[in-house]
C-alpha cells in the first residue's frame, strides 16, 4: 500500500527548468517513481542530457524549448502536451530568473523582468494547467518559491524577493480556488541550493558561504536532490488532502531564531528529569 501512494505510473509531468539543478532532480524523481516528463527550458544541452537520463529509466521524456516569461511559449507548450500525451497530472513551475540590485539602483526594467519570470509567466503555466486539471477533476502544481517569499534576504533581492512573495500568495489562492475541482497546489521553499550561478557568487565573495551556514543548523548547503522525495510526494496521491501549502526546503533555517547556537553541542550536558 505505501509504495502504491507514491507511484506515478501512467501520469504525464511537466516541469520548468528541467536542464539543471531543482529542475532537473524533480524531473529525474518523477521519472523514477514511474512519471513521462515534459520538459521545459531554454538550455537545450542541459535539457537533452536530463531527457537521456529520463529515457534511459525507461520512461518518455518529451524536451520543449521554452522561455518561461512569454505567455505565447508556455501556451504552445501546453498545447504540444495536449498533442502528444492528452492530459497533464503534475506541473512543477521550477524555472525563473531573479535580477539582483539595491532598491534605491535598481532599474524598473529589471524589476519588471524579474516579475516576468517569476511571477506573469508561472501565472500563465498554472493558469493552462489548472485549466486542463480541472476539466480532468484532479491534478498537481508544485510552484518553487524561495525562503524569500516570507522573509527578507538583504544583499540586493528586493525584486526578486517581491516576486516570491507573489508567488507564495499565487499558490495560496489558486490553492482555494481550485481545491473543490480535484486540483492542489502547493509551493516548496528552499533555502541556498548549491548551482552554478550561486557557486558563482560565493567565489566572488569569500564571507558568503560561511554566512549562508551560520543559519542552516542542519551543518551544509542544500542540494538539488534534496527535492526529489518531496517532488514525488507532492505528485503522488500520498498528498491528496496537502494543498496550499508553503513548505520549507531549508536545514532548518526558518525554525532556528537568528540569535540561536548552531551545531556547537560539545560540551553540552544533558539533564536527567527525576
Given at each position: 500500500?505505501p509504495a502504491k ?6 501520469r504525464v509531468?511537466l516541469?520548468s ?8 532532480a524533480?524531473?529525474?524523481?518523477l521519472?523514477e517513481a514511474g ?7 531554454v538550455?537545450e544541452?542541459?535539457?537533452?542530457l536530463t531527457?537521456?537520463?529520463?529515457n534511459q529509466?525507461?520512461?518518455r521524456a518529451?524536451?520543449v524549448t521554452?522561455?518561461?516569461?512569454d505567455?505565447k511559449?508556455?501556451?504552445?507548450l501546453f498545447?504540444q502536451v495536449?498533442?502528444?500525451?492528452g492530459?497533464?497530472d503534475f506541473v ?12 534605491e539602483e535598481?532599474?524598473l ?5 524579474t516579475w516576468?519570470n ?14 486542463r486539471m480541472l476539466?480532468?477533476?484532479r491534478?498537481?502544481?508544485v ?13 540586493g533581492?528586493i525584486?526578486?524577493s ?6 507564495a500568495q499565487?499558490t495560496?489562492e489558486l490553492s482555494t480556488?481550485?481545491?473543490g ?6 509551493a516548496?521553499l ?6 552554478p550561478?550561486?557557486e558563482k557568487r560565493?567565489a ?5 558561504h560561511?554566512?549562508f551556514?551560520?543559519?542552516i543548523p542542519?551543518?551544509r548547503?542544500g542540494?538539488p536532490?534534496?527535492?526529489k522525495g ?10 491528496s488532502w ?14 532556528a531564531n ?6 556547537q553541542r560539545s560540551?553540552v550536558?544533558?539533564q536527567?528529569s527525576e
Amino acid at each position: 500500500m505505501p509504495a502504491k501512494l507514491f507511484d506515478l505510473s501512467g501520469r504525464v509531468a511537466l516541469v520548468s527548468g528541467a536542464a539543471s539543478g531543482l529542475g532537473r532532480a524533480m524531473s529525474i524523481a518523477l521519472a523514477e517513481a514511474g512519471a513521462d516528463l515534459v520538459l521545459a527550458d531554454v538550455n537545450e544541452t542541459g535539457m537533452n542530457l536530463t531527457a537521456q537520463q529520463i529515457n534511459q529509466l525507461g520512461r518518455r521524456a518529451l524536451p520543449v524549448t521554452c522561455n518561461v516569461s512569454d505567455p505565447k511559449q508556455i501556451r504552445a507548450l501546453f498545447s504540444q502536451v495536449d498533442r502528444e500525451f492528452g492530459r497533464i497530472d503534475f506541473v512543477g513551475n521550477v524555472a525563473g530568473e531573479g535580477i539582483l540590485g539595491r532598491p534605491e539602483e535598481i532599474s524598473l526594467d529589471d524589476v519588471e523582468q524579474t516579475w516576468r519570470n517569476l511571477v506573469y509567466g508561472r501565472f500563465c503555466s498554472c493558469q493552462e494547467a489548472g485549466r486542463r486539471m480541472l476539466a480532468a477533476g484532479r491534478g498537481s502544481i508544485v510552484n518553487i518559491g524561495s525562503l524569500a517569499s516570507i522573509t527578507a534576504l538583504g544583499r540586493g533581492h528586493i525584486a526578486y524577493s517581491m516576486a516570491m512573495g507573489a508567488v507564495a500568495q499565487m499558490t495560496r489562492e489558486l490553492s482555494t480556488e481550485w481545491a473543490g475541482g480535484g486540483v492542489r497546489v502547493n509551493a516548496i521553499l528552499p533555502a541556498q541550493v548549491v548551482n552554478p550561478s550561486l557557486e558563482k557568487r560565493m567565489a566572488a565573495d569569500s564571507k558568503l558561504h560561511s554566512q549562508f551556514l551560520s543559519g542552516i543548523p542542519a551543518g551544509r548547503l542544500g542540494h538539488p536532490d534534496d527535492i526529489k522525495g518531496l517532488a514525488v510526494f507532492l505528485a503522488s496521491d500520498a498528498s491528496s488532502w496537502i494543498t496550499g501549502a508553503l513548505i520549507p526546503m531549508d536545514g532548518g533555517n526558518l525554525a532556528a531564531n537568528a540569535g540561536a547556537t548552531i551545531g556547537q553541542r560539545s560540551g553540552v550536558r544533558s539533564q536527567k528529569s527525576e
